[in-house]
């Protein structure tokens, strides 16, 4: 499975951040599949943000809940996320990544549960 991010780049403060994760060799309906979107900011730790399932269900970290939304185009095979409001300190490496489990509400901040992962993007928020 082969997972690739696409973003702007740099976003000022205020607007909408809006990534893609383009998803190969695996379709994003596979039963048990959960697709995250993680974030590292500079100096600390990665923070799962939320996913999106195989079934099309959608599970929010709490800290993100009213700031983002993930959406998913199965015809393109391809997962989105939208985070409005951005601030200079959600300057990140924003990364998609694959979970297959039964049990996705017991593992999905566990990093170490992403048996696949993209390559991140940058995202810098500043004026």
């Known amino acids: 499975v082969q997972l690739q991010e696409s973003g702007p780049g740099l976003v000022k403060p205020s607007q909408t951040l809006s990534l893609t994760c383009t998803v190969s060799c695996a379709s994003i309906t596979t039963l048990y599949y959960y697709w995250s979107w993680i974030r590292q900011p500079p100096g600390k730790e990665q923070e799962w943000m939320g996913a999106?399932?195989?079934?099309?269900?959608?599970h929010f970290n709490p800290s993100f809940v009213g700031r983002i939304s993930i959406s998913r185009d199965n015809a393109t095979n391809t997962v989105y996320l939208q985070m409005n409001n951005l601030k200079p300190e959600d300057t990140a490496i924003y990364s998609c990544?694959?979970?297959?489990?039964?049990?996705?509400?017991?593992?999905?901040?566990?990093?170490?549960?992403?048996?696949?992962w993209g390559r991140g993007t940058q995202v810098t928020v500043s004026s």
């Open positions: 999106i399932a195989y079934s099309g269900n959608t």
């Open positions: 990544a694959a979970a297959r489990t039964e049990f996705f509400n017991l593992v999905m901040r566990n990093m170490g549960a992403y048996n696949y």
